[in-house]
């Protein structure tokens, strides 16, 4: 049987985007607490995730590849137990137990160890094994996925998970310590703080906030060479004459178009252009905004995939964060195509990219509608992000990555900031 390699685990920024705690340690005490949490119930699998069982234990296929990717995870240390001494999840019972709970709960905000992608911490070793990889691009596997994922989506727009946006000093949102991660919120967002919950609604309210008038203003609204920044986020990486179809799932992660394009037929538009990517904080903006000024040419949601990793990166838990290249080419995304008024952009596209348990990406824009630069496109319905901004090989670019380089250690640069020049 095929196993990934033992070792140490090598030191990785958990923390990229402060989804998960810097600190390993901190998320297999979060595991931990959760276990407990299940073991010590009976509550039955809602409908949901009972549909979950009966595909896994119904189609050969699958059955397989969730007894082989527990079963591929090293049963030596570090992986065969958590730090407190307790074994791992070692099997899909266990883990549809797990997914049960989680989705009937909001995300309480912890400095200890704040937990944003609690789906993927329970996936976390086994969608590192082959086995996992197979079954988390499995079609079937993905569509019962978005539908556990929308049945949280649901709750999370309820007014039931507004349980956490409370003034709880360590846990609560609106607390001493999530406030001093979020300093100026009630300056920066709409919202009441005299009413309850400082007027959300739902969790879902809360995560998709939008700035007040005039909070991020557009850097040169009326110079149609500069880009803008798309999303509150961090540079990831450029790259430069992308080719049309690439070997994307190797170490170095290429960008291939006709897979991120879903075979658009306006991807030859894009071959041999230049593509910038960046990725969202778990406590920043989650809406996009359009980075030129143009028309609308097509906008549409692709379904896909919601764990898959590289196997490339390696077997550790910071899988997902160094998979943002892979991703690209198969998770949920938005492709909105935009052609600029400036005729030395000419036609461009906007990507955000789903990344783990984003059930929703939502376009708010349409077809033959013309937006400014800065105007909103759309927005994530909670979870991890990033996003890609796709540029024809026309189009002469000169980043501004405000002192920085591109990678999992960039910092946000605010939305609609210039990220970017164009020349003639």
Partial sequence: MMTPSTKTIKP????????????????????????????????????????????????????????????????????NKNPVGKSQVRSYHHMLQLINKIITKSIEFNTSYFVGLPISVIFGWPMGTPAGSAAFLNHKVNAQLKKILNEWAIYLRSADSRYVLNSHAHTGWFGKDA?????????????????????????????????????????????????????????????????LRERFWIKAQPYS???????????????????????????????????????????YVVDGSYFAETLA???DPTGENESQGFITEFATRALIFIEADNHDIGLMCVMPVGMT??????????????????????????????HCLIFGPHVKL???????????NSKNILLNERIATVSK
């Avoid at 920066?188 to 939008?210: A, L």
């Avoid at 007040?212 to 850097?219: F, I, L, T």
């Avoid at 394009?261 to 593509?275: C, E, N, Q, R, S």
């Avoid at 990406?361 to 994530?380: A, N, P, S």
């Fill in 12 to 79: 990785s920024p958990f923390n990229v985007g402060k989804w998960l705690p810097k600190d390993q340690t901190k998320v297999d005490q979060w595991m931990d607490k959760l276990i407990d949490e299940v073991d010590t119930s009976d509550k039955a699998l809602l409908p949901v995730v009972e549909e979950f069982k009966n595909l896994i234990e119904q189609d050969a296929e699958i059955f397989m590849q969730f007894h082989l990717m527990f079963e591929q995870v090293p049963h030596t240390p570090p992986y």
């Fill in 313 to 315: 990166e390696g077997f």
């Fill in 179 to 243: 406030q001093e991660e979020m300093p100026h919120f009630d300056e920066e967002y709409q919202c009441n703080p005299k009413e309850p919950y400082h007027g959300f609604k739902s969790w879902d309210d809360f995560f998709t906030r939008e700035f007040r008038e005039g909070v991020r203003p557009v850097a040169y609204p009326n110079d149609d060479a500069t880009i803008t920044n798309a999303c509150e986020s961090s540079p990831y990486r450029i790259a430069k004459n992308v080719k």
């Fill in 257 to 299: 178009l006709s897979h991120m394009l879903a075979g658009d037929a306006l991807t030859k538009h894009f071959v041999g252009g230049t593509i910038y990517q960046a990725f969202l904080s778990a406590l920043s903006y989650h809406r996009w905004h359009s980075p030129v000024s143009g028309k609308i040419v097509k906008a």
């Fill in 357 to 386: 348990e984003i059930s929703s990406c939502e376009i708010t824009v349409y077809e033959g509608q013309h937006v400014k630069k800065g105007d909103q496109l759309g927005m994530f319905h909670f979870g991890g992000s990033t």
């Fill in 398 to 408: 000169d980043f501004d990555l405000h002192g920085q380089k591109a990678g999992l």
